[in-house]
Protein backbone atom coordinates (compact mmCIF):
# COMPACT_ATOMS: atom_id res chain seq x y z
CA UNK A 1 0.00 0.00 0.00
CA UNK A 2 2.69 2.73 1.24
CA UNK A 3 3.96 2.25 -3.19
CA UNK A 4 0.61 3.67 -3.67
CA UNK A 5 1.18 7.43 -2.04
CA UNK A 6 3.14 9.69 -4.83
CA UNK A 7 5.24 11.93 -2.64
CA UNK A 8 6.88 15.16 -4.29
CA UNK A 9 9.50 16.78 -2.93
CA UNK A 10 10.65 20.25 -3.88
CA UNK A 11 13.74 21.53 -2.12
CA UNK A 12 16.57 23.86 -3.82
CA UNK A 13 19.19 21.92 -1.67
CA UNK A 14 20.19 18.60 -2.64
CA UNK A 15 21.13 16.90 0.69
CA UNK A 16 17.26 17.82 2.19
CA UNK A 17 16.08 15.93 -0.78
CA UNK A 18 18.54 13.10 0.07
CA UNK A 19 17.43 13.33 3.36
CA UNK A 20 13.66 13.16 2.61
CA UNK A 21 14.04 10.48 0.39
CA UNK A 22 16.09 8.32 3.05
CA UNK A 23 13.28 8.89 5.35
CA UNK A 24 10.39 8.08 2.96
CA UNK A 25 12.12 4.96 1.70
CA UNK A 26 12.90 3.54 5.09
CA UNK A 27 8.95 3.84 5.81
CA UNK A 28 7.92 1.84 2.44
CA UNK A 29 7.49 4.86 0.52
CA UNK A 30 9.62 4.85 -2.52
CA UNK A 31 7.11 6.22 -5.35
CA UNK A 32 9.10 9.92 -4.63
CA UNK A 33 9.92 12.22 -7.43
CA UNK A 34 12.19 15.41 -5.99
CA UNK A 35 14.07 18.38 -7.26
CA UNK A 36 15.89 21.63 -6.78
CA UNK A 37 14.70 22.98 -9.14
CA UNK A 38 11.36 25.31 -8.30
CA UNK A 39 10.63 26.49 -11.42
CA UNK A 40 9.84 22.84 -12.68
CA UNK A 41 7.62 22.32 -9.61
CA UNK A 42 4.69 22.63 -11.62
CA UNK A 43 5.32 20.76 -14.66
CA UNK A 44 6.45 17.52 -12.32
CA UNK A 45 2.90 18.32 -10.35
CA UNK A 46 1.22 18.09 -13.29
CA UNK A 47 2.62 15.01 -14.63
CA UNK A 48 2.96 13.17 -11.61
CA UNK A 49 -0.28 13.85 -9.71
CA UNK A 50 0.91 13.25 -6.37
CA UNK A 51 -0.71 12.48 -3.01
CA UNK A 52 1.50 14.96 -1.16
CA UNK A 53 3.42 17.89 -1.51
CA UNK A 54 7.07 18.39 0.40
CA UNK A 55 8.47 21.81 0.00
CA UNK A 56 10.68 24.50 1.19
CA UNK A 57 9.71 27.94 1.64
CA UNK A 58 12.92 30.02 1.18
CA UNK A 59 14.40 29.11 -2.51
CA UNK A 60 15.97 31.24 -5.14
CA UNK A 61 13.78 32.46 -8.41
CA UNK A 62 10.72 30.73 -7.72
CA UNK A 63 10.05 30.31 -3.87
CA UNK A 64 7.49 28.26 -1.90
CA UNK A 65 4.73 30.41 -1.35
CA UNK A 66 4.49 31.38 -5.17
CA UNK A 67 4.83 28.17 -5.96
CA UNK A 68 1.97 27.58 -3.43
CA UNK A 69 -0.12 30.01 -5.09
CA UNK A 70 0.65 28.69 -8.57
CA UNK A 71 -0.62 25.14 -6.79
CA UNK A 72 -3.84 26.33 -5.88
CA UNK A 73 -4.59 27.04 -9.18
CA UNK A 74 -3.66 23.98 -10.09
CA UNK A 75 -5.56 21.98 -7.42
CA UNK A 76 -9.26 21.37 -7.93
CA UNK A 77 -11.56 23.09 -5.43
CA UNK A 78 -12.67 19.89 -5.05
CA UNK A 79 -10.01 18.32 -4.28
CA UNK A 80 -7.43 17.32 -1.68
CA UNK A 81 -3.57 17.17 -1.82
CA UNK A 82 -1.62 18.40 0.87
CA UNK A 83 1.17 20.82 0.63
CA UNK A 84 3.91 20.26 3.53
CA UNK A 85 6.21 23.13 4.36
CA UNK A 86 9.78 22.27 5.28
CA UNK A 87 11.58 25.19 6.56
CA UNK A 88 14.00 26.58 8.90
CA UNK A 89 11.64 29.82 9.12
CA UNK A 90 9.52 29.20 12.04
CA UNK A 91 8.07 33.05 12.52
CA UNK A 92 4.85 33.28 13.11
CA UNK A 93 4.17 35.77 10.02
CA UNK A 94 5.53 32.79 7.71
CA UNK A 95 3.57 30.55 9.30
CA UNK A 96 0.64 32.39 8.86
CA UNK A 97 0.87 33.01 5.68
CA UNK A 98 1.86 29.52 4.15
CA UNK A 99 -1.41 28.49 5.91
CA UNK A 100 -3.60 31.23 4.29
CA UNK A 101 -1.44 30.58 1.38
CA UNK A 102 -3.14 25.94 2.07
CA UNK A 103 -0.07 24.24 4.00
CA UNK A 104 -1.59 21.77 5.98
CA UNK A 105 1.31 21.33 8.12
CA UNK A 106 5.11 22.34 8.83
CA UNK A 107 8.39 20.34 9.69
CA UNK A 108 11.14 22.69 10.93
CA UNK A 109 15.13 22.25 9.79
CA UNK A 110 16.89 20.97 10.81
CA UNK A 111 14.68 17.81 10.31
CA UNK A 112 13.52 15.35 13.58
CA UNK A 113 13.15 11.76 11.62
CA UNK A 114 9.99 10.62 13.99
CA UNK A 115 8.08 14.17 13.96
CA UNK A 116 8.63 14.35 10.52
CA UNK A 117 7.41 10.65 8.94
CA UNK A 118 4.56 11.06 12.27
CA UNK A 119 3.21 14.50 10.06
CA UNK A 120 3.97 13.03 6.42
CA UNK A 121 1.63 9.51 7.27
CA UNK A 122 -1.13 12.32 9.12
CA UNK A 123 -1.13 13.78 5.38
CA UNK A 124 -1.33 10.88 3.94
CA UNK A 125 -3.90 9.44 5.92
CA UNK A 126 -6.34 12.36 5.65
CA UNK A 127 -5.55 12.12 1.70
CA UNK A 128 -6.44 8.29 1.33
CA UNK A 129 -9.62 9.46 3.80
CA UNK A 130 -10.82 12.02 1.13
CA UNK A 131 -10.25 9.69 -1.69
CA UNK A 132 -12.11 7.63 -0.23
CA UNK A 133 -15.09 9.73 0.63
CA UNK A 134 -15.04 11.18 -2.96
CA UNK A 135 -15.52 7.80 -4.24
CA UNK A 136 -18.75 7.50 -2.71
CA UNK A 137 -20.36 10.43 -3.21
CA UNK A 138 -21.19 12.22 -6.21
CA UNK A 139 -19.46 14.83 -7.44
CA UNK A 140 -22.70 17.54 -6.86
CA UNK A 141 -22.18 16.06 -3.00
CA UNK A 142 -18.86 16.37 -2.06
CA UNK A 143 -18.96 20.02 -3.43
CA UNK A 144 -21.93 20.68 -1.16
CA UNK A 145 -20.13 19.46 1.55
CA UNK A 146 -17.04 21.06 0.97
CA UNK A 147 -18.72 24.53 0.12
CA UNK A 148 -18.73 25.75 3.22
CA UNK A 149 -15.21 24.73 4.69
CA UNK A 150 -13.78 26.07 1.32
CA UNK A 151 -15.83 29.80 1.66
CA UNK A 152 -14.79 29.79 5.08
CA UNK A 153 -11.14 29.14 4.60
CA UNK A 154 -11.31 32.14 1.68
CA UNK A 155 -12.88 34.37 3.73
CA UNK A 156 -9.80 34.57 6.17
CA UNK A 157 -7.21 35.02 3.65
Given at each position: ?6 I????DQ ?8 Q ?8 N???S??P ?12 DL ?27 Y??LL ?6 TR ?60 R????
Open positions: MSDDYRLIIDRPNLDLMELLAREGLHVLSTQLRALELYNSFEPVILDLHMPDFDGFALMEQLNRRIPQNDVPVLTADVATRLRALALGARDFISKPLDALETMLRVWNLLETRALYKALRATLTEPQLAALLQPLVAQQGRR
